[in-house]
């Protein structure tokens, strides 16, 4: 640790609560090599009396050479750290779910067939992550309705499409894991996904118009745009996937 790098932190911390985010600006400033002067807040007199002080709204503060940096966003920008608010990190939750769902069906398919190379496995990766992108949607229905209305055609002129639209995409998805009623799971696919894409490609394409993406309910920050596009295209290749297995067994 640096003896010259010494920084100034004031964060709460009380009998019945500990502030989240002086901890972590704490962590942050070891790890950059800085000897810390932590100072507690232990009631929120104390908290009130620093604030009004020091002309800030919230806490923590660091002070760094005497000047003062701000909260934990503050710090991780003063040290050129990506902030969960910046787009980039918008993929994160869409990342989460490709990958989990991929798991889930490699493991699958290693403990079914005994290897990963299998058509069921891809077609489970494809299945899953529709369960998941719907359930993304469902947790938070109405933020994700928000944003669903800013692009979606359908639900445009018909709004309750944008409550519908979750549980039509988390039916389809269980229906074709179970390889049951194709014909009910095929044909939703393929309205929902072909809907999306048009949506899509319109609102961006067309209108060249700079929105957030729903795919994934209200997380993140995702610009709408590729990442909502493959989304639509996935269901919309299991859908016919789905029809054209459906058609040959009855061949």
């Known amino acids: ?140 229905i109405e933020q994700f309705s928000t944003r669903f209305l800013s692009y979606d055609l359908l639900a445009r002129r018909w709004v309750p499409y944008a409550h519908v639209y979750p549980f039509l995409e988390w039916m389809a998805g269980a229906l074709m894991i179970a390889h049951v009623l194709p014909w009910l799971s095929a044909p939703i696919a393929l309205f929902i996904g072909i809907v999306g894409a048009v949506s899509v490609l319109h609102a961006v394409y067309v209108q060249k118009c700079a929105l957030e993406c729903a795919c994934v309910g209200g997380a993140g920050r995702l610009p709408l745009g590729f990442v909502s596009l493959t989304e639509n295209l996935f269901v919309i290749g299991m859908g016919l996937w789905t029809l054209a297995g459906a058609l040959s067994s009855t061949l």
Request: net charge neutral.
């Open 1 to 140: 640790m640096d003896p010259n790098k010494h920084a100034v932190l004031y964060r709460m911390v009380m009998a019945k609560h500990v502030c989240p985010f002086g901890l972590k600006s704490k962590h942050l400033l070891e790890r950059r090599g800085y000897r810390i002067e932590d100072n507690w807040l232990a009631s929120r007199e104390e908290a009130e009396a620093f604030k009004a002080a020091h002309d800030v709204a919230t806490t923590p503060q660091a002070f760094i050479a005497g000047q003062r940096i701000g909260g934990y966003t503050d710090l991780r920008r003063f040290f050129g750290i990506e902030t969960a608010g910046d787009s980039e990190g918008g993929y994160i939750p869409v990342l989460c779910v490709f990958g989990s769902a991929a798991a889930i069906a490699l493991a699958a398919s290693w403990s079914v067939f005994g290897t990963i190379w299998t058509v069921s496995a891809a077609e489970w990766f494809v299945s899953i992550t529709m369960l998941l992108l719907a359930m993304s949607k469902m947790q938070d």
